[in-house]
């Protein structure tokens, strides 16, 4: 499998300490405060805890959700806000752009920042699963799951929880819809992939691999593309990967096109077809060199170096010294001076993102508990609490493969 992936850091955040002295007036009041502080705190952890699988992620997202939509959903039977909303600050930093911290006293804030958290782990975790030395046909399907779980996730705050913020996202921040459009379509993308490596094994025909090959390069495109008007300084390796995954899946589907033209007798097409791949390939090559000189948030990686990589190019030059042989005492067919259009369109095997819903409100939140709550008392100062709102940076690995196996599924 392709199993490097660029990824951006996880975001950062600071505590929420949930100590609403004088608002919570029973003893319940204050159990769920520090429940959902607890539960807060447990799905944090699990974000840099590497023996953290989906299973146990989802456990910890809708124990911590389901609590949180306590301050959010209303619970008095009025269609007015809830009154806990506004009351807990939120400190959150975002991908792209370093230590810079944004806060917002708003729980659907710590929602979606949570959420965005979520699909970033769902991207990791599908990296770290491909870079395994054997990888097998169900983790295979769950590195599949993964991202397409991501992209669910991503096009969820997307589509129904932005809007829903009292402070529209800032330009360049992670809940801009150009900086979600390009999680959404890179996750979409890195979904095929592992498709087209599963058809590629099960040895599908060249037709499907190369259309599958080209709406993946598109994707790459589309998500550089969405990028373009965002500052360089903390856009241009993301940008950079974005390319070269596109150069490199054209490369796929014009050698994959040059085999589908071979096999219809035309010869003379089909090298133009893989002269067209080692073009490309040749690009996404310099474009693997750009991608380890810029500077900008992401994972380290040589992605030239890598059997994936490498393996691609020795088949592109040994199908197109096959094609040139035929030619020479076959076909006789001469070489058109300009590359085949690729007019491809896959009819198998297109990722869309899965459906990401919220778990229930907790049974906990029930309209007593949400009465012992008196937001005219406002919460005390609480000076012990305060260096707990400072941010950390989170402190992740780099993801690396354990070894480099190629564009296999065990």
């Not at 792209?96 to 769902?122: P, R």
Request: aromatic fraction near 10%; charge should be neutral.
């Amino acid at each position: 499998m392709t199993h490097w992936f660029h990824r951006n850091p996880l975001k950062a955040t600071a505590p929420a300490s949930f100590n609403l002295y004088g608002v919570a007036t029973t003893g319940a009041a204050a159990k769920a405060c520090s429940d959902m502080r607890s539960a807060r705190m447990k799905l944090l952890g699990l974000f840099t805890d590497a023996n953290c699988n989906v299973e146990i992620m989802k456990t910890a997202v809708d124990g911590y959700f389901s609590l949180l939509q306590g301050f959010i959903t209303s619970l008095d039977g009025t269609t007015q806000e809830n009154k806990l909303r506004f009351i807990q600050n939120f400190k959150w930093t975002d991908t792209l752009q370093g230590n810079a911290v944004s806060a917002q006293q708003d729980a659907i804030f710590d929602l979606v920042s949570m959420e965005f958290n979520v699909a970033l782990w769902h991207t990791k975790h599908a990296s770290r699963l491909s870079g395994k030395e054997d990888v097998s046909v169900d983790e295979a399907k769950d590195v599949h799951r993964s991202l397409k779980t991501a992209a669910g996730i991503f096009k969820h705050i997307k589509d129904n929880e932005v809007s829903r913020l009292v402070t529209a996202p800032e330009k360049g921040k992670d809940l801009e819809s150009r900086v979600l459009d390009a999680y959404i379509i890179q996750c979409q993308a890195e979904a095929q992939e592992v498709t087209i490596a599963r058809a590629i094994e099960l040895k599908h025909n060249s037709g499907l691999i190369a259309a599958l090959a080209y709406e993946t390069a598109n994707f790459y495109q589309k998500a550089d593309h969405t990028l373009t008007t965002l500052d360089p300084s903390y856009t241009a390796k993301w940008r950079k990967y974005l390319q070269l995954k596109n150069s490199f899946y054209l490369a796929y589907a014009y050698c994959y096109h040059g085999q589908t033209l071979l096999a219809s007798d035309k010869c003379g097409e089909a090298i133009r077809s893989l002269q067209e791949a080692e073009k490309y390939y040749s690009k996404a090559e310099a474009l693997c060199k750009e991608y380890q000189q810029t500077k900008g948030p992401g994972t380290t990686a040589k992605p030239s170096e890598h059997l994936f990589f490498t393996k691609l190019g020795a088949y592109i030059r040994i199908t197109l010294e096959k094609c040139q042989r035929e030619n020479g005492f076959i076909y006789f067919q001469k070489v058109p001076p300009e590359a085949p259009q690729l007019e491809l369109k896959a009819s198998y095997g297109l990722v869309e993102p899965q459906v990401f819903e919220l778990p229930a409100l907790g049974e906990v939140w029930t309209k007593d508990l949400y009465a012992a709550f008196d937001i005219t008392q406002g919460p005390k100062d609480d000076k012990a609490k305060v260096k707990e709102e400072e941010v950390t940076p989170v402190k992740e690995p780099d993801l690396k493969p354990q070894k480099d196996i190629g564009c296999l599924i065990s």
